[in-house]
């Protein structure tokens, strides 16, 4: 709670920014200017004793780098710079002559992974743009960004150099000059700025941003918001510049003001205190003064712009301009847009656009060479000083009020100024050299429980930082006449630098809500290049060393660092902390003192009760008037959670002597519901005692610390005792500390109750904290079920026969709040094993106390039982439905699923979920194990042929200790799904669970497209559906939800490209690989013919009706998927058959990658009419189709004909094909003569066509099996001819290894016969080595086909005996 001086960022390379400042200075004139400077070195024996140790441990080399190095940073280098570091400490600008360097701030993570910040050079360079010129003074000034996401936020820096010339121009943080002017002819003696502050109190001027200029005998201001502006245009006009490549634009000079400050000697310093009105009796004073007896007095007293100089002859001279009696200079302005306006209309034009870059270089040589005017100042007179003709000032820094100004001298004084009356109010010696700067601190909000004004806003100290770098010695001194308050010994070759302004460009509208962090002072080290600020806490304002509050602050550190001991003896830390306690005199801090003491997790609980007895003694031996009432609130409840604590703690470890087995009588019957649930309380704990990684601090078992136990719990004035109710791991852990031990059988359960009750712990939190205990260690509860019921139902009952717990007046008819709570924590629960439990205990403990009651009412039982006893029955069996439920959700996942984590049922979620929710859990359960739909329908029927009265699970306990094939497991399973849908028949009925099966895989599908296996489950299980209501409901809704929209896109994709697209095409648009896309089609087509066939059937079948178990009637969420179905309109048929024509057409083009343009076999009623809502009545293509859509229907339905053949490429017809889907399905040839008839297609001709095919890949028995259909038997003769002739003169004429008798029957061959054989062509035939006994069939077929009166009968008949005569041979 002292002053603290910590380091906040570091400087990179500034070995690098030395060098190159002086860069052209020797090192000999450097050698005899530390000679000639006595003063820097005259106390150096400290840091080169270290250098000199650090140099012997070196080699030679090094420590030879290392001593030039050493002595060139020791040198005071930085005492010859100019040195400006922006208030955000994000620039830090660094010149001498004419060099200099800019460092910006950049983050960089150190050697421990901590994140901090440094400062690199950004840019260094030359400044100067005249002979001869050097920086004089420099400052970087951070502009506020005017964007609405970052308001009053910095967004870049400007850096404002002054020079010896007397220019002042303006860079960027990069080192681009933006702007350069020249206000006077002498040099530039200090550069100062003034930005907007929030106001603190009504009244107080509200000051203008400003930046103010001094040269020797002028002052030169320049209003801030026009310098925002130009800064900001100047800086969007470079940047253009820069990104075309064009010349920058000279912007139009500065508005300001000069003003010729007289009646001084010589001015080395300045502050411009900004506006000030003064009081009528001060104006008065003024006038009479000024003006003699007979002057007049305005009736307003006048604003004045005040500026306070310092230097000699006075020392400290006081300067008041009168606002609006000087105008603006202006001539500038006027002067450069009249040379602009009297120019040629290009060349002004050129000059002021940016036009006509090609200039004439001699204009602009003597333009440069020429100076500007410089216009004259208005004299202004000094209104009164401090006359001492032998002092001299050497600099003055202005408070952040604008009250107070320091003002150094050359002769080592500090003197404190108040510059609204003029005086020298203090003044510190023996500080040659001294740099100074501002510090204000605001107070913090703890400290307002202090202050008198609570009510007031918050205060403000101020604190004057003063360096003296001969001494090498920081200070800080309180204002005004406060004494030091912190003293920090720093190298003497550190600066102090302080800025004294913060953003420009924030007004009083964009600093609402500014919380905008900036360094008002910092400690510059050039020998570790660290930048240092101050901390300073507000209280130090307020303290001396009589100040009692200062005492018990600094007991307070002594006790927190007497805390952090930890190896301290507990009799020695309890007696030195009484001590402290005792010895704090304000009740506030005392207060906090005993908090902190309570919260350290080292102090042992009997240290901890003996402090606060005796602190509690303490205060009931003062004046009642004297005590602080919070104070001993706190140290009573404090002790009394204590005792608690240690009474609850002591009874856990005793031994337990009472008798486990109380209230036998109640408990009649929990046996036998033991059993009966037994089975599956077995396999549920088998799956939930699974290891699992858990961190040790938030295991149940951790004991918990008195401190943990003292935050979870709070006393009221009353005495009553309340649990706050933190995180679930922190009430759990206060539960079991409680508990656990009792439901253990190892803790006096009515000893440990009578203790709580005595506490004033309310009943109710009790009961929550006991149930919480209970089910969240639920495997320790299911390892000795029987023990640990009974003891959960000794601990109920002894807390239900608490006062509070259950009501007096209350009427058994009604429900009861107590077992409300327990029924609504069982409900919530997710442990479904532990609620069970918990409600059969309840339960039973629910019906005892209500028969006790109507015993002692004399009451008949039916009448008093039948409310509150009927909702625990309903609640049991909820639980027992859960527990089924929850078991399968644990089923471990085989190998190869898709996984994800298992669903968490409880009663809640359950309800919450609709009607729909249990099918929905159960169909995830079936999405994760990946069942096949198959599977799913046998278990189901398995289901229906065992029936109810079947208990599969007697022997389940032995069967699960042994070990299992996974053929086991998998019954194993199938068992647990039978007994899930025996207990909930309705909501898991074949169609519901096939329904959310289906909606389930197809939600899957379509988060990740590329698993077309999940699609087509969909289909499969959307198949399996009996109902064709349902059927027809769901399979809209997957088609409006989740297929039209990428059908429509795959179909313009083909449509577009012409042909079967890429795979990075079809991700591109669809959204999948090609694969996956054919997969898609293929669905589609199965997707669009379930929901014709089921929009035929729905007439025939009345619609199902859908029910819910009784017990789970109650349940209000979203409607199932089952329901939406049934609410689903009729679709369309014509459109439904449409929509599939044009998925069979995509679906082949994709299979057999032909190529074709769906849509454009379509007329412009059909093309207009797909992939619009089903539901809806669309103008379809009617009448005969033009001829030309038709061929070219004919000729892809020809191109996937002779694909297939090609795909199943059999040369021994002895099988069919194996396969059942994709290009070599068998059902291909009949798809395309389904999709002919639809297209208007001659089916006869397909059929032709697909013989020929079939015989020209020399597949003929397949070929003889489709001949039976065809009609036309003359054209069929007609083709095949050809294709025999083909064959035969493959056999006769091309091939190679060509026999003697074939030859000779050539030249037997009826010359017509030869002529046409030559004429045939073989290498249409893509498969011509086929048997003569097939080729000898094949002309026997053609004989029978073709009539004797065909022209090609006689070609026929030749061709069967030439093939007979080479069959023989």
Same mark, same amino acid.
């Given at each position: ?35 000639? $400077? ?8 400290? @840091? ?144 100062? +700025? ?134 603006? /200079? ?21 000059? @002021? ?70 005086? *020298? ?21 703890? $400290? ?65 809500? @500014? ?81 902190? =003491? ?130 679930? *791991? ?11 031990? +009792? ?23 009790? =009961?929550?904290?006991? /149930? ?175 029936? *109810? ?21 998998? $019954? ?8 899930? +849908? ?41 198949? =399996? ?301 893509? +498969? ?17 086909? /073709? ?23």
């Amino acid at each position: 709670m002292s002053c603290s001086l910590f380091e906040f960022c570091k400087i990179q390379e500034l070995k690098t920014v030395r060098d190159f400042l002086f860069q052209s200075q020797t090192p000999e004139p450097v050698e005899e200017k530390n000679q000639t $400077d006595n003063e820097l070195t005259w106390d150096t024996s400290d @840091w080169e004793a270290a250098w000199d140790s650090n140099e012997n441990k070196e080699e030679s080399a090094s420590a030879t780098t290392g001593e030039e190095e050493t002595s060139g940073q020791s040198e005071p280098w930085l005492q010859d710079c100019v040195v400006s570091l922006s208030p955000c400490a994000d620039l830090l600008v660094v010149a001498r002559q004419q060099r200099a360097v800019f460092l910006s701030a950049k983050w960089r993570t150190d050697g421990s992974g901590r994140e901090e910040m440094t400062l690199a050079v950004s840019w260094s360079g030359t400044l100067s743009a005249e002979e001869r010129e050097c920086v004089s003074s420099i400052i970087a000034i951070p502009l506020a960004s005017q964007k609405r996401s970052s308001t009053g936020r910095p967004d870049w820096t400007c850096v404002v150099v002054g020079f010896t010339s007397g220019y002042v121009r303006f860079y960027t943080e990069n080192g681009v000059l933006l702007l350069a002017q020249l206000l006077h002819v002498d040099p530039v003696l200090k550069l100062k +700025c003034r930005t907007y502050e929030i106001p603190r109190h009504p009244g107080v001027t509200e000051q203008h941003e400003e930046l103010s200029i001094l040269y020797p005998f002028a002052l030169v201001t320049i209003d801030g918001f026009s310098l925002f502006q130009s800064l900001r245009a100047c800086r969007n006009q470079v940047a253009r510049a820069a990104a075309a490549g064009s010349d920058v634009v000279p912007p139009p000079p500065l508005v300001y003001k000069k003003w010729g400050v007289q009646e001084m000697d010589s001015i080395v310093d300045h502050s411009s205190v900004g506006i000030t009105t003064l009081c009528v009796f001060d104006q008065m004073k003024n006038a009479s003064i000024l003006g003699g007896f007979n002057a007049s007095v305005k009736g307003s007293p006048p604003a004045m712009s005040q500026f306070v100089t310092v230097g000699a002859g006075p020392f400290t001279g006081f300067y008041y301009a009168v606002e609006g009696n000087s105008q603006p /200079l202006l001539s500038h302005v006027a002067l450069a847009v009249a040379s602009k306006l009297t120019s040629a209309i290009f060349s002004a034009a050129s000059g @002021w656009l940016g036009w006509n870059k090609n200039k004439n270089k001699n204009e602009e040589e003597a333009a440069q060479k020429q100076k500007p005017k410089v216009e004259p100042a208005t004299p202004l007179g000094i209104r009164f000083g401090l006359p001492d003709s032998r002092r001299h000032g050497e600099s003055i820094c202005l408070s952040p009020c604008n009250t107070l100004a320091g003002v150094t001298d050359d002769f080592g004084r500090v003197t404190l100024l108040d510059l609204a009356r003029g005086i *020298a109010i203090r003044m510190w010696k023996g500080y040659r050299d001294a740099q100074l700067g501002w510090l204000q601190v605001q107070e913090e909000r703890g $400290d307002r429980e202090f202050s008198p004004s609570a009510s007031l806003p918050r205060r403000h100290a101020l604190f004057l930082i003063i360096f003296a770098p001969r001494r090498g010695i920081l200070e800080v001194w309180a204002m005004q006449r406060g004494p030091r308050v912190g003293a920090f010994t720093v190298g003497k070759q550190c600066r102090l630098l302080y800025a004294g302004y913060r953003l420009m460009g924030v007004n009083s509208v964009t600093s609402q809500g @500014w919380q905008l962090h900036t360094q008002q002072v910092c400690l510059l080290d050039p020998t570790t290049g660290a930048l240092k600020t101050i901390n300073i806490p507000f209280h130090l304002a307020l303290s001396d060393k009589k100040n009692e509050r200062a005492k018990d602050m600094h007991l307070l550190k002594r006790l927190t660092a007497l805390l952090k001991v930890g190896d301290m003896e507990p009799e020695t830390l309890e007696s030195e902390a009484k001590s402290v306690l005792l010895e704090i005199k304000y009740p506030a801090i005392k207060k906090q003192a005993l908090e902190s =003491l309570l919260s350290n997790k080292d102090t042992p609980v009997s240290c901890l009760t003996n402090i606060t007895c005796a602190l509690h003694d303490a205060l009931k031996q003062q004046a009642a008037d004297e005590v602080d009432p919070s104070l001993l609130q706190l140290c009573s409840a404090q002790q009394k959670l204590l005792q608690l604590y240690t009474d609850v703690q002591q009874l856990q470890a005793a031994e337990n002597t009472e008798a486990c087995s109380q209230n036998e009588d109640s408990l009649e019957g929990i046996e036998e519901e033991l059993s009966r649930v037994g089975p599956t309380l077995q396999r549920y704990a088998q799956f939930t005692s699974k290891p699992s990684v858990s961190f040790a601090q938030d295991s149940p078992d951790t004991p918990l610390s008195p401190q943990a136990f003292l935050s979870q719990l709070e006393c009221s004035e009353d005495g009553e005792v309340k649990v706050i109710l933190r995180s679930e *791991a922190e009430w759990n852990q206060l539960g079991s500390f409680m508990f656990w031990s +009792c439901l253990c059988c190892k803790g006096p359960v009515h000893k440990v109750c009578d203790t709580l009750q005595e506490a004033g712990i309310s009943p109710r939190q009790l =009961l929550s904290l006991l /149930l919480s205990v209970w089910l969240q260690r639920e495997k320790e509860v299911l390892q000795k079920p029987m023990e640990t019921v009974k003891n959960l139902h000794t601990l109920l009952v002894a807390l239900s026969n608490m006062k509070g717990a259950v009501e007096d007046s209350w009427d058994p008819q009604s429900v009861s709040p107590w077992w409300q709570q327990v029924r609504s924590t069982c409900i919530q629960s997710h442990n479904a094993a532990a609620a069970l439990l918990a409600a059969l205990v309840a339960h039973r403990a629910a019906k005892a106390s209500i028969t006790s009651r109507a015993d002692s009412k004399l009451q008949s039982e039916w009448e008093t039982v039948s409310l509150e006893l009927e909702q625990w029955v309903v609640c049991v069996r909820q639980l027992e439905d859960v527990l089924v439920l929850q078991t399968l959700q644990l089923v471990p996942l085989s190998q190869g699923t898709a996984g994800g984590a298992a669903v968490q049922c409880s009663i809640k979620t359950l309800l919450e979920g609709g009607t729909g929710g249990i099918a929905d859990s159960v169909s995830k359960w079936v999405f994760r194990q990946s069942m096949a739909p198959e599977r799913l329908k046998e278990i189901l029927q398995r289901k229906e042929a065992e029936g *109810a009265d079947e208990k599969p699970e007697q022997n389940e306990g032995e069967e699960e200790t042994e070990e299992k094939t996974s053929q086991e497991d998998a $019954d194993r399973t199938a068992e647990l799904l039978v007994a899930v +849908c025996q207990r909930f028949p309705h909501s898991l009925s074949p169609d519901l669970l096939f329904a959310h099966c289906c909606w389930e895989y197809v939600v899957q599908w379509n988060k990740d497209p590329e698993e077309a296996h999940h699609f087509s489950c969909a289909v499969e299980h959307l198949k =399996l559906i009996s109902s064709p209501h349902i059927q027809l409901g769901i399979s809209t809704m997957m088609w409006s939800t989740f297929i039209v929209k990428r059908f429509s896109a795959a179909s313009y994709l083909i449509e577009k490209v012409g042909k079967a697209p890429k795979d990075r095409l079809c991700r591109r648009d669809v959204g999948m690989g090609d694969k996956a896309m054919t997969s898609f089609l293929g669905c589609c087509v199965q997707l669009l013919q379930i929901l014709m066939e089921a929009d035929s059937a729905t007439e025939e079948v009345p619609p199902p009706e859908l029910s819910v178990e009784e017990v789970w009637g109650g349940a209000e969420g979203p409607a199932s998927i089952a329901e939406l179905a049934l609410d689903q309109r009729g679709v369309h048929f014509p459109l439904v058959q449409h929509h599939c024509l044009l998925a069979s057409l995509l679906h082949a083009a994709m299979s057999f990658r032909v190529k074709v343009k769906p849509l454009s076999l379509f007329d412009s009623k059909g093309k207009n009419a797909f992939f619009r809502d089903l539901t809806t009545i669309q103008l379809m293509p009617s009448g005969d189709m033009d001829p030309t859509l038709i061929s070219q229907r004919k000729e892809f339905l020809f191109r996937v004909l002779t694909a297939w053949v090609q795909a199943i490429d059999e040369p021994s017809s002895s099988a069919p094909p194996l396969s059942s889907a994709g290009p070599k399905a068998d059902w291909w040839p009949s798809l395309c003569l389904e999709l002919g008839s639809l297209l208007q297609v001659n089916p006869d001709i397909l059929r032709r066509h697909l013989v020929c095919e079939l015989y020209n890949q020399g597949l003929d028995l397949r070929a003889e099996e489709v001949m039976l259909e065809v009609e036309d038997k003359d054209v069929l003769g007609s083709q095949l001819l050809v294709l025999t002739g083909q064959r035969l003169s493959y056999c006769l004429l091309h091939n190679q290894e060509q026999t003697q008798a074939a030859m000779e029957l050539l030249a037997r061959l009826p010359p017509t016969l030869c002529t046409w054989l030559k004429a045939m062509d073989p290498s249409e035939l893509r +498969c011509p080595l086929v048997s003569l006994t097939q080729t000898s069939r094949l002309v026997s077929r053609l004989i029978e086909m /073709l009539p004797e009166n065909h022209a090609q009968y006689t070609l026929a008949l030749h061709l069967l005996e030439a093939v007979d005569v080479l069959s023989t041979d």
